[in-house]
């Protein structure tokens, strides 16, 4: 890898903020149309709004610094080590899938700029650091309110799908765990590249190890064997996230920052599965998917405790290069 600036670095990290808006303010042109109720609809179409503001602000500090958006037009080209290639192949098609990935988006969103926010403080560029820290803030408020709406998600998911076998709903979203918590063992198996991150994986994987023992058995319990698992919709197919990682020389940062929205995904597939089998009456079901989901919302917390590390192992890396 060429030695290359901090300078150089922020507005690279500014090009691949660039692409995660335009992919971005694509699923908030659809998102409207797809939400199901009036209220999601609404919310969806005021981050449409700010996520049009925000787009064009990275573009104006790209321009300032003589720089231009990526022409990329390939999504995984762009900026294939912020796991968007994985959002983009999720292609939800309910209100409740819709407001999962729209959930787990925000917070990559969120982590890029928290990530972005840190190398700027690094290298005194007070107009990035400000400018980061203001789209964090309103990509965190947007997940909050999808948060505070997980019923009116499934509401309007029941609703549409006319689905009044609430069990069978149960098994499909326990399903889509199983896919979830499989592709979470290849992420986790990946080598971060600093110790801080290493060791929160190394604790996740035997938690999640025991997270899909636990849906194993409770599909079982259900009447569904592990030889019927068909992938649902929140399948990422045959993505190696581990091998794919390996490929991205600040690896340390981008994927600090994918397993952030990861942990987001698996959490809201469990508020989704824990709601549905509260309205089935299998409290077993909605008790395993909380308890699950208090594992993933500390892993979650436990990775953002590592952005510090993260940029650090990136900036002295660079430092070694030069
Ligand atoms: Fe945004
Ligand atoms: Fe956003
Ligand atoms: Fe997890």
Redesign the pocket.
């Known amino acids: 890898m060429p030695a290359t600036s901090l300078e150089e670095q922020i507005t690279k990290y500014l090009t691949d903020a660039h692409s995660i808006e335009e992919q ?1 303010l694509a699923q908030m042109e659809r998102a409207p149309g797809m939400a199901g109720d009036p209220d999601l609809a609404r919310i969806y179409a005021e ?1 449409r709004a700010e ?1 049009r503001e925000h787009e064009q602000a990275v573009r104006d500090e790209l321009h300032r610094r003589g720089a231009e958006p990526s022409t990329v037009k390939d999504i995984a080209g762009k900026v294939g080590g912020w796991g968007m290639v994985l959002f983009a192949r999720l292609n939800p098609d309910t209100p409740g899938k819709l407001a999962v990935h729209a959930y787990s ?2 917070h990559m ?1 969120l982590a890029a700029y928290e990530l972005l926010r840190r190398m700027a403080e690094r290298a005194g560029e007070e107009p990035v650091r400000d400018l980061a820290q203001r789209l964090a803030a309103q ?1 965190r408020a ?1 997940a909050d309110r999808i948060a505070e709406r997980w019923d009116l998600a499934l509401d309007a998911s029941l609703k549409e799908k006319g689905a009044d076998d609430l069990r069978e709903e149960v098994v499909k979203y326990l399903r889509d765990a199983h896919a979830l918590e499989a592709q979470a063992l290849h992420l986790l198996q990946a080598d971060p590249g600093f110790p801080e991150l290493a060791s929160v994986f190394a604790e996740h994987l035997e938690q999640t190890r025991e997270h899909q023992r636990l849906i194993d058995e409770r599909l079982s319990q259900l009447g569904s064997g592990p030889a019927r698992f068909q992938a649902g919709a929140l399948r990422v197919g045959a993505l190696n996230l581990a091998s794919f990682f390996k490929l991205q020389p600040d690896t340390p940062v981008k994927l600090a920052g994918f397993a952030f929205a990861f942990e987001a995904l698996e959490t809201g597939a469990y508020e989704m599965l824990a709601r549905t089998a509260e309205r089935a009456g299998d409290s077993d079901t909605a008790a395993l998917a909380r308890l699950i989901n208090g594992q993933e919302r500390t892993a979650a917390e436990r990775v953002s405790g590592t952005w510090d590390a993260a940029v650090e192992a990136v900036a002295s890396e660079r430092a070694g290069v030069s």
Do not use: D
């Open positions: 971005a981050h996520t988006y925000e969103e990509e947007m």
